[in-house]
């Protein structure tokens, strides 16, 4: 699967990020720059909470490193985005296979 790219669309933005049917498998998440919070947190394909990681080093559909931060199963992790860079990646996978990420994104 390819990364996951979410463009600048307004104050206010959700998103889903299908993730790999090898639960230790990275996906990337690629944001517009704009957004300075973001909001992760993780889903089975069924729809239940889930508990998963996230990284800001890793490769898309490659075995997600060890300097990633986990999420307990109906968690969520807030990030404040940097203004470095016109985008802001980071990695994310989640502990079944083939779930789901849920992104909340503000400006």
């Known amino acids: 699967m390819a990364a996951t790219t979410i463009s600048y669309t307004g ?10 049917a090898t639960a230790a498998n990275a996906r990337q998440v690629v944001v517009a720059r704009q957004y300075r919070k973001i ?3 993780f889903l089975t394909s069924a729809e239940a909470a889930d508990s998963g990681e996230v ?12 300097d990633a931060f986990p999420i307990g199963s109906g968690q969520a992790l807030e990030i404040t985005v940097p203004r470095q860079n016109d985008t802001f990646t980071f990695y994310v996978r989640a502990s079944t296979a083939s779930g789901f990420c849920q992104i909340l994104l503000e400006a």
Do not use: C, H, K, N
């Open 11 to 20: 104050l206010f933005q959700t998103a889903r990020s299908t993730l790999e």
């Open 39 to 41: 909001t992760i947190t």
């Open 55 to 66: 990284s800001y080093t890793g490769t898309d559909g490659a075995a997600m490193g060890t």
